[in-house]
Nanobody, 122 residues
Framework: QVQLVESGGGLVQPGGSLRLSCAASGFTFSSYWMYWVRQAPGKGLAWVSRISTNGDTTYYKDSVKGRFTISRDNAKNMLYLQMNSLKVEDTALYYC???????????????WSQGTQVTVSS
């Protein structure tokens, strides 16, 4: 079965850094665009970043551009999100998810995993 397990979240002060990891299994990881999405308290799900199957194309939400870096290691079935210069507004439950279809990008599947909590607070 498809499994996505996020880790790396925690409590950090504004300006700090965290690296989130997502371990994937149960599907051909290298065939899918991958995504990071987040849900802040009391708000809906929001797209953060996406990465192509081979990692050579990336996109970011404007508010995280220049601060976050998405990457993947297909040999290890791992997805990462390096988050620097964190802001209070980044506080959210972060999920990784995959594209609905293999190959060309379509849209992401709603997250079904537990996510990892990122809390930015002084």
């Amino acid at each position: 079965q498809v499994q996505l397990v996020e880790s790396g979240g925690g409590l950090v002060q504004p300006g700090g850094s965290l690296r989130l990891s997502c371990a994937a299994s149960g599907f051909t990881f290298s065939s899918y665009w991958m995504y990071w999405v987040r849900q802040a308290p009391g708000k809906g799900l929001a797209w953060v970043s996406r990465i192509s199957t081979n990692g050579d194309t990336t996109y970011y939400k404007d508010s995280v551009k220049g601060r976050f870096t998405i990457s993947r290691d297909n040999a290890k079935n791992m997805l990462y999100l390096q988050m620097n210069s964190l802001k209070v507004e980044d506080t959210a439950l972060y999920y990784c998810t995959r594209d609905r279809l293999a190959g060309p990008r379509s849209t992401y599947l709603p997250p079904w995993s537990q996510g990892t909590q990122v809390t930015v607070s002084s």
